[in-house]
């Protein structure tokens, strides 16, 4: 039997619950899947067939040592899924530049790293949200995860950001803040093996913009239309073969915006679909066993 890594964070050593639900899967592929935290360092990781990232939600608080020891996997020969050189890519939202010069519609963004704007030139935020014709807009770094350090601001409140924004940069982004995040939420759409396997939609609380449950927000399997689908999957297929992969969304004006693809540790929702785990499996006993 081939024995694997679940790669966790300290929070999480014994994995979360739905990642849990990957271990009975796995094992009646012949793989035993065991929880690894990440950076704990007296784990040796080279007797491991594969790695595969899973609650690792603490990366970017320390993004160069999390790289390094992608780096050290590889050069020690341990598979990681997903792949090393996907999650260099992935782990700074600057991808998304890159997809949607592949023509992806990726929710309009500014790039604080502008080669118009070295990083001692000021930029007044309120001045740019006028420019750009934005009346909201969520600020946010470019290496983050679970909303950290993310702001929602109005042109009328831009002037109390600015600090904030300027403690951000040069790996700051703003995105347009899509109203429709609030009253039609947002879509994870779930794909193994770049199959898609379900999908929900996520929803803020009442008065808030972040649709993580950590600050309230909820989730519920839905069907997502056709168009959504087909955006998601386009934007699957724009890179190189994933193990899995989890694309988010919102539609706004029937066009579907991609806000994030995530690659390296996102939740995905095994729990809400009966066949999600055992997909997984399968996706990942494809690789391990190849």
Known sequence: MKRIALATSSKYSKLTDDDR???APLAKLGIQAEAAVWDDAHTEWSPYAAVVLRSCWDYHLKPESFLRWISRLEAEGVSVFNS?????WNADKVYLRALEAKGIHVVPTFWADDPRHNAQTPISL??????????NAVIKPRVSATAHRTL???VADAEDAQSH?????????VQKFMKDVASEGEWSLIFFACQFSHAVLKKPRSGDFRVQNDFGGTSQVGEPPPNV??????????VDATVYARVDGVVEDGQFHLMELELIEPALFLA???EAASRFAEA???????
Do not use: N, Y
């Open 126 to 135: 309120k001045d740019k949200l006028r420019e750009l014709g934005w009346q």
């Open 152 to 154: 929602l601001v109005s």
């Open 84 to 88: 090393a050189p996907l999650v260099r």
């Open 272 to 274: 809400d679909h009966p």
């Open 165 to 173: 924004f300027d403690d951000l940069r040069p790996g700051v982004m």
């Open 21 to 23: 639900l990957l271990i």
């Open 284 to 290: 990942i006993a494809l690789q391990v066993q190849a």
């Open 229 to 238: 689908l087909a955006a998601a999957t386009r934007a699957v297929r724009a």
